[in-house]
DNA sequence: CGGGTAATTGACCCGGGTCAACAGCAGTGG
DNA sequence: CCACTGCTGTTGACCCGGGTCAATTACCCG
């Protein structure tokens, strides 16, 4: 597999962002495994209601923003790959307005505010990596309301692995043109706004059309331009390739 | 009508979050008012592509962001209402990913980051104050992607004038059980991801059921409570009452 | 082998979309 | 003062994408 993935991912991810000293890195790393938490698979993280506990690094494993509504309807909110940060400044907020869970076994650093400020504080490129990286995380959760207020079916879900997919590919965690898929149908129904019923015949025309096999855990996309133009793809929200400057002195 | 609505509302806003002393309130109104621009109903504010220019705050007048589909589909993904503010940071990133509009005729004042990022320096209760603004306007991002993904046609509709009613009175917009409501059909539409023919309709239900009456450009919602129970509106993502950490003067 | 979760299929239905016509009203210019 | 224009709201007829319900069929794992 993917050596990379196998140490800590937040500095490979916030290299996507920024450009990081070895010495911010080794900072990083030392930070992000003094306080793992395990959480098994389909387990919440947190919950909705609870005060916010403290910034997180998901290290292995996937997880999810969450929402459901009294009858039980359920939406995704947010997806997090190994590597995602999360809620650095939640805490300012009294509890929480969603939950965030679980998806597969998943390892988490969770790190105080104060310690992410203090290490922001001291390494302003860390702190553009993280400014940037909050930046995107809300481009994502517009692009996510367009998707699922807009699009039909079909482009939801292409949609929603063409994400999927960049994303990996960003932080090394593609292999040519596949990679892990853990989700179920459930899940990408959840994340899409549509039942479980209406991703499988979905998945079931892409699969028909030659633009994805997705069989077990694993997802491979043998004509991503085919799957970008099934729902007309555009990656300029995600902020993948952006200039970046030298900050100096103060974020 | 209301007085302090007509002054610069950014300092009411933020007091909605933290408390500001006198010279504060001073200090963001002179920086508000040093840099006006005008904009005329239904023009674009700042286009998608474009870089961004700086942040900015409503001052008089309702304006929203929007993304928009290559075939003309459009998602209104957020709502400004007198006294928002919006992309204290978003200069971190190299272009625009969606669209800001007008919506009524409009008055922003536009202001650099350097002078925020200063002002947030010299006073740490506006950055508080403007942070905890940032995790709503995330929060509120997430309900709407909850909204357009999981609701009814008339819970989508009920939850977002109840969304709007709240906000507004939550910064004196309000009068009574009523206030003023500048969106067309359309416009409604366009947030909750429907049809205009739909939302007609809906909305015709609703008058119906004498939950709500919409006429011009005037809301009127008699009995809140009743809105508030055709969608379980919960208003916790506003999160409008947290603790404070100082007690405040007065109001 | 048994139990549980995830994927698949079929039959049927409905919320909301589409298309098109029309009404109400404000603004604008003559 | 009215005719013209354009936007917004309203209505009707019809249709379809996707939901619902329920039964099977893989899998996976101990």
Redesign the pocket.
């Known amino acids: 597999m993917n050596t990379r993935a196998l140490g800590v991912p937040l500095a490979l991810r916030l290299e996507a962002y920024t450009t990081l000293s070895e010495e911010e890195r080794v900072r990083i790393n030392r930070m992000a495994r003094r306080s793992l938490r395990e959480v098994p698979a389909r387990r919440d993280i947190i919950r909705e209601g609870e005060p916010p506990r403290s910034a997180f690094i998901l290290l292995e494993g996937w997880a999810c923003r969450y929402k459901t509504l009294p009858d039980g309807r359920r939406q995704m909110l947010a997806l997090f790959i190994p590597g995602d940060v999360g809620d650095v400044h939640a805490s300012i907020l009294s509890q929480m307005d969603h939950s965030i869970g679980a998806i597969t076994a998943v390892k988490v650093a969770e790190v105080s505010r104060e310690e992410l400020e203090q290490l922001m504080a001291e390494h302003p490129r860390v702190r553009q990596g993280l400014l940037r990286d909050e930046l995107v995380t809300v481009a994502v959760q517009r692009e996510w309301t367009l998707n699922v207020g807009q699009r ?3 482009e939801r879900i292409s949609h929603f692995l063409c994400e999927i997919f960049f994303r990996l590919r960003a932080v090394g965690l593609t292999d040519g043109h596949s990679c892990d898929f853990p989700l ?3 899940d990408i129904a959840d994340a899409t ?6 991703v ?2 979905t ?2 025309d892409l699969r028909r059309e030659g633009v994805l096999e997705l069989q ?1 855990r694993k997802l491979s996309i043998p004509n991503l331009d085919a799957l970008m133009g099934a729902c007309s793809f555009n990656p300029n929200y995600l902020h993948l390739c952006e200039d970046r400057e030298e900050p100096d002195g103060n974020d």
Do not use: D, E, K, S
């Open positions: 039909t079916a079909y179920t149908q459930g706004g549509l039942t479980a019923v209406h499988n015949r998945l079931q077990g």
